[in-house]
């Protein structure tokens, strides 16, 4: 079992900027690849960014390609999501996960979310 500890959402303008952080903790070891999902009410469930823990290995959706940014510190045990040139349809709640699965939307491990809002 992995336990994920989320930390930096809130409410920022359209065009403004967050960053969220998830810090894992357990069974790190199992950890393959992390991602960020987010869920929108009425919407579904989109992985909108996701990393390889070792290697470069990056995926974005399209509606975040070139505005979010995900990295890593392996020795933190830790992953980041810069989210730059905010829109308001970005607002959603974001959940931490490890060995995210796109296509099913199903994971590993989930955070407990944090929610982002945008104002327009």
């Known amino acids: 079992q992995v336990q994920l500890d989320e930390s930096g959402g809130g409410l920022v303008q359209a065009g403004g900027s967050l960053r969220l952080s998830c810090a894992a903790s357990?069974?790190?070891?199992?950890?393959?690849?992390m991602g960020w999902f987010r869920q929108a009410p009425g919407k579904e469930r989109e992985l909108v960014a996701a990393?390889?823990?070792?290697?470069?290995?990056?995926y974005y959706a399209d509606s975040v390609k070139g505005r979010f940014t995900i990295s890593r510190v392996n020795a933190k045990n830790t992953v980041y999501l810069q989210m730059n040139s905010l829109k308001p349809e970005d607002t959603a709640i974001y959940y931490c996960?490890?060995?995210?699965?796109?296509?099913?939307?199903?994971?590993?491990?989930w955070g407990q979310g944090t929610q982002v809002t945008v104002s327009s």
């Open positions: 996960t490890t060995n995210p699965n796109r296509v099913s939307g199903t994971a590993s491990s």
């Open positions: 357990g069974r790190t070891f199992s950890i393959g690849a």
């Open positions: 990393i390889g823990w070792s290697g470069p290995y990056t």
